[in-house]
């Protein structure tokens, strides 16, 4: 059985309680922190920014996974590194050189990862694919927690994990929006190895019993 990891997003967390939220994602027994980081340009909303995964580093040990929602996502690069990211994901849809972007992110001491949005084909990425740690299938369109996935986008995993598989690449899958304990085996069936889950974790009762789920067990 492949391995699974878990990334609760503190986008669904209470923002003025963002520490202990953090620490109920490492109590619960998750792998990775997802940050969903927005500007209100590529996407229709504000959140988080260095400072937040700056202060909200020391409070837990698990990796920063941060997903960068932003126009000119380069010009972000220094200041998450500084501030202790470990994964940036940036969309192709917001960088023209994004050979150059995956560079400077690596050289930064940071791992790289790509994402796009439902409306943008797999094939897009056929040029970096080699190069990133991380990508990064949006099942919603970005900007907002608590939205239905749309299944179609499913569609995209399987594409992802044949190219992995034909060409020994050793990206990591991951899938955000609209992910619940029923869908995410499902996803995990069609080729996904990171679930990013927001609401679903952070309103679940037993958040341990929902990160099993998120595994698929």
């Given at each position: 059985?492949?391995?699974?990891?878990?990334?609760?997003?503190?986008?669904?967390?209470?923002?003025?309680?963002?520490?202990?939220?953090?620490?109920?994602v490492e109590q619960a027994g998750a792998d990775w922190i997802h940050v969903d980081?927005?500007?209100?340009?590529?996407?229709?909303?504000?959140?988080?920014?260095?400072?937040?995964?700056?202060?909200?580093?020391?409070?837990?040990?698990?990796?920063?996974?941060?997903?960068?929602?932003?126009?000119?996502?380069?010009?972000h690069i220094e200041s998450f590194a500084k501030a202790g990211a470990d994964y940036?994901?940036?969309?192709?849809?917001?960088?023209?050189?994004?050979?150059?972007?995956?560079?400077?992110?690596?050289?930064?001491?940071?791992?790289?990862?790509?994402?796009?949005?439902?409306?943008?084909?797999?094939?897009?990425?056929?040029?970096?694919?080699?190069?990133?740690?991380?990508?990064?299938?949006?099942?919603?369109?970005?900007?907002?927690?608590?939205?239905?996935?749309?299944?179609?986008?499913?569609?995209?995993?399987?594409?992802?994990?044949?190219?992995?598989?034909?060409?020994?690449?050793?990206?990591r899958i991951s899938v955000d929006g609209g992910i619940n304990a029923e869908n995410?085996?499902?996803?995990?069936?069609?080729?996904?190895?990171?679930?990013?889950?927001?609401?679903?974790?952070?309103?679940?009762?037993?958040?341990?019993?929902?990160?099993?789920?998120?595994?698929?067990?």
């Amino acid at each position: 059985m492949k391995q699974v990891l878990a990334a609760p997003s503190i986008l669904a967390a209470d923002f003025g309680r963002l520490a202990e939220a953090v620490q109920s994602v490492e109590q619960a027994g998750a792998d990775w922190i997802h940050v969903d980081v927005m500007d209100g340009r590529f996407v229709p909303n504000l959140t988080f920014g260095p400072k937040t995964v700056a202060d909200l580093r020391p409070v837990s040990a698990l990796p920063l996974d941060c997903h960068l929602m932003v126009e000119n996502p380069q010009d972000h690069i220094e200041s998450f590194a500084k501030a202790g990211a470990d994964y940036f994901t940036f969309h192709i849809e917001a960088a023209v050189h994004s050979n150059r972007v995956i560079q400077n992110i690596r050289a930064a001491g940071m791992k790289p990862g790509i994402s796009l949005v439902p409306g943008t084909p797999v094939h897009f990425l056929d040029e970096i694919l080699a190069e990133v740690d991380l990508v990064l299938v949006m099942l919603v369109n970005p900007g907002f927690g608590g939205q239905h996935m749309l299944p179609s986008c499913l569609e995209k995993l399987v594409t992802l994990a044949s190219i992995r598989e034909e060409q020994g690449l050793r990206y990591r899958i991951s899938v955000d929006g609209g992910i619940n304990a029923e869908n995410a085996r499902r996803a995990i069936e069609k080729g996904a190895d990171v679930i990013v889950a927001g609401s679903a974790f952070f309103e679940a009762k037993d958040k341990a019993t929902a990160v099993r789920n998120f595994r698929g067990r």
